[in-house]
């Protein structure tokens, strides 16, 4: 069983830059993908970026170029580092990872971006 602790969430302005981290805690872990999903009220939780064991990276079409998630290795942390952030922004981001094809998600942190 994979623990996640999450953090870094907060209440930003238009334009500015939060940064998510997410750590992994747990007996024999062998993470294949870390990565971060959004769910904002009234909507489905959707993707936002994830990172391989390999440094692979994806993703969504709405965050590209303006988010980075990277990944530190031997801390088994999950970073998400948001800029020029938006209102639309603004919803609850959540961790998800896979360990030995379990995948475990976070308590969730709120970010909101006002106008």
């Known amino acids: 069983q994979v623990q996640l602790v999450e953090s870094g969430g907060g209440l930003v302005q238009a334009g500015g830059s939060l940064r998510l981290s997410c750590a992994a805690s747990g007996s024999r872990i062998s993470i294949s993908s870390m990565g971060w999903y959004r769910q904002a009220p009234g909507k489905q939780r959707e993707f936002v970026a994830v990172i391989t064991s390999g440094g692979s990276t994806n993703y969504a079409g709405s965050v590209k170029g303006r988010f980075t998630v990277s990944r530190d290795h031997a801390q088994n942390t999950v970073y998400l580092q948001m800029n020029s952030l938006k209102p639309e922004d603004t919803a609850v981001y959540y961790c998800?990872?896979?360990?030995?094809?379990?995948?475990?998600w976070g308590q969730g942190t709120q970010v909101t971006v006002s106008s």
């Open positions: 998800n990872v896979i360990s030995n094809y379990v995948e475990s």
